[in-house]
């Protein structure tokens, strides 16, 4: 095992590591499901720090937590927490880590997690920093793509906003352990980023670049679709000329491949259509659920159990 003490972004696991958390979700799916109950983590506090907003990560963190016996404590708004008085996050990763044996944290700025973690000798991981790093978000996309497409040798579109998107910077690298063959699908101001691509290129992965998803469509296993990050944007004027462009309808859906499924971390705005949400294709319902059984193998994992 690699990873010890943090989960702070993909590159840190081998594959033999996420082999290791995906077979261990897989065990745990009827516990994240309620249809079994297990203990292992009673007893044990689980503390949420969520600066930026969050549904499903959140969420399925309690509910991976709670499922298996542990309870949690959450920061809350930042407006209410002493964040508002100005209160330092390293000053209050040090107190936290006085209430509670695992830490989750999502942060805007990146390189937060990494720092955080300095400051506490308990486990801390990280949901997510700036347009940076989202590993757990990546290990279910994995899971994901193993339950209901494929995941070694997969080919895969990478479609939105490449620029910005977390989910999809952490997921090339580990799509590089699976021998993924990867398009990247973007407006040419929303490109994955040079240094991204030349780590890719470093490690011999395959990849190519188009604009459009009818380029692919037809011949890829998986439709990653990405919103395009708003929040991130310096001038509102820049996303407004990108706002919305991409829209997948069931009517492109004709020539795909048998396997072939779409995903989403979500929240989407309007880049799948809700007609998509009835054909077997869409998969992104399972994808938020599946972030349970995952986040409870990382939690048993770094808990020691
Ligand atoms: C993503 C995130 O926060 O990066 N959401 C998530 O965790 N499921 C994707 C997004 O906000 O677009």
Same mark, same amino acid.
């Given at each position: 095992?690699?990873?010890?003490?943090?989960? +702070?972004?993909?590159?840190?696991?081998?594959?033999?590591?996420?082999?290791?958390? =995906?077979?261990?979700?897989?065990?745990?799916?009827?516990?994240?499901?309620?249809?079994?109950?297990?203990?292992?983590?009673?007893?044990?506090?689980?503390?949420?720090?969520?600066?930026?907003?969050?549904?499903?990560?959140?969420?399925?963190?309690? $509910?991976?937590?709670?499922?298996?016996?542990?309870?949690?404590?959450?920061?809350?708004?930042?407006?209410?927490?002493?964040?508002?008085?100005?209160? $330092?996050?390293?000053?209050?990763?040090?107190?936290?880590? !006085?209430?509670?044996?695992? +830490?989750?944290?999502? @942060? /805007?700025? *990146?390189?937060?997690?990494? %720092?955080?973690?300095?400051?506490?000798?308990? /486990?801390?991981?990280?949901?997510?920093?700036?347009?940076? @790093?989202?590993?757990?978000?990546?290990?279910?996309?994995?899971?994901? %793509?193993?339950?209901?497409?494929?995941?070694?040798?997969?080919?895969?579109?990478?479609?939105?906003?490449?620029?910005?998107?977390?989910?999809?910077?952490?997921?090339?690298?580990?799509?590089?352990?699976?021998?993924?063959?990867?398009?990247?699908?973007? /407006?040419?101001?929303?490109?994955?980023?040079?240094?991204?691509?030349?780590?890719?290129?470093? %490690? !011999?992965? *395959?990849?190519?670049?188009?604009?459009?998803?009818?380029?692919?469509?037809?011949?890829?296993?998986?439709?990653?679709?990405?919103?395009?990050?708003? *929040?991130?944007?310096?001038?509102?004027?820049?996303?407004?000329?990108?706002?919305?462009?991409?829209? +997948?309808?069931?009517?492109?859906?004709?020539?795909?491949?048998?396997?072939?499924?779409?995903?989403?971390? =979500?929240?989407?705005?309007?880049? +799948?259509?809700?007609?998509?949400?009835?054909?077997?294709?869409?998969?992104?319902? *399972?994808?938020?659920?599946? !972030?349970?059984?995952?986040?409870?193998?990382?939690?048993?994992?770094?808990? !020691?159990?």
């Amino acid at each position: 095992m690699t990873l010890k003490k943090d989960l +702070i972004s993909i590159k840190h696991l081998c594959k033999a590591d996420v082999e290791h958390i =995906l077979k261990r979700a897989e065990s745990l799916e009827d516990v994240a499901r309620g249809e079994r109950s297990l203990d292992l983590l009673s007893g044990y506090i689980l503390a949420t720090l969520f600066y930026e907003p969050s549904t499903r990560t959140r969420l399925s963190f309690e $509910t991976a937590m709670k499922r298996l016996g542990g309870t949690t404590i959450d920061l809350g708004s930042i407006d209410i927490s002493s964040v508002s008085k100005g209160e $330092t996050l390293a000053d209050t990763i040090r107190v936290v880590e !006085g209430y509670a044996d695992c +830490i989750v944290l999502r @942060h /805007p700025k *990146e390189g937060a997690a990494a %720092m955080a973690a300095e400051f506490t000798s308990k /486990p801390l991981i990280n949901a997510g920093d700036g347009a940076a @790093h989202h590993p757990t978000q990546t290990l279910l996309d994995l899971y994901t %793509m193993k339950r209901e497409s494929k995941l070694e040798g997969v080919k895969i579109a990478l479609a939105g906003d490449l620029k910005y998107g977390r989910t999809v910077h952490s997921l090339v690298f580990a799509l590089s352990m699976f021998n993924a063959k990867i398009s990247f699908v973007s /407006p040419p101001q929303l490109a994955m980023p040079d240094g991204i691509k030349n780590d890719l290129t470093a %490690m !011999g992965i *395959e990849f190519e670049e188009t604009e459009y998803i009818e380029d692919v469509i037809d011949d890829i296993d998986v439709l990653y679709m990405t919103r395009i990050q708003k *929040e991130r944007f310096a001038d509102i004027n820049e996303y407004n000329k990108v706002a919305g462009a991409y829209r +997948i309808e069931a009517k492109y859906l004709t020539g795909v491949r048998d396997n072939f499924i779409i995903m989403h971390p =979500l929240p989407r705005i309007n880049e +799948i259509d809700p007609d998509v949400d009835d054909t077997p294709y869409a998969k992104y319902f *399972e994808q938020s659920f599946y !972030g349970v059984p995952v986040r409870m193998a990382l939690l048993l994992t770094l808990l !020691g159990k």
